[in-house]
Nanobody, 129 residues
């Protein structure tokens, strides 16, 4: 079992930065690939980024207004924590951000927006224009 708790969300102006954290409990954290997803009001949940169990591989969403180049995913297995550094934030990044875990590949995680094994409750990011 893995329990996940997100933190670090808040209100920021466009162009600003935030760092989200996802703290995990459970002795098997390092055996799971981890990911960040987000859901804006009135929209479907979408994949943001994923990182392999070792941290050696990462994968970012490639849709329009991609986060690639602005967001960086990382993890520290010694601390049972995953991070999402978000720079150059835009109003369209406003959403509830969820962390999630699954025993899968980072590429496959992009289609698992509702089917990951474990989910946190989310942290709200609001970007003002």
């Amino acid at each position: 079992q893995v329990q996940l708790v997100e933190s670090g969300g808040g209100l920021v102006q466009a162009g600003g930065s935030l760092r989200l954290s996802c703290a995990a409990s459970g002795r098997t954290f390092s055996s799971y690939a981890m990911g960040w997803f987000r859901q804006a009001p009135g929209k479907e949940r979408e994949f943001v980024a994923a990182i392999s169990w070792s941290g050696g591989r990462s994968y970012y969403a490639d849709y329009v207004d991609s986060v690639r180049g602005r967001f960086t995913i990382s993890r520290d297995n010694a601390k049972n924590t995953m991070y999402l550094q978000m720079n150059s934030l835009k109003p369209e990044d406003t959403a509830l951000y969820y962390c999630a875990a699954a025993q899968t590949t980072v590429q496959r995680m992009r289609v698992m927006r509702y089917t990951m094994d474990y989910w946190g409750k989310g942290t709200l990011v609001t970007v003002s224009s």
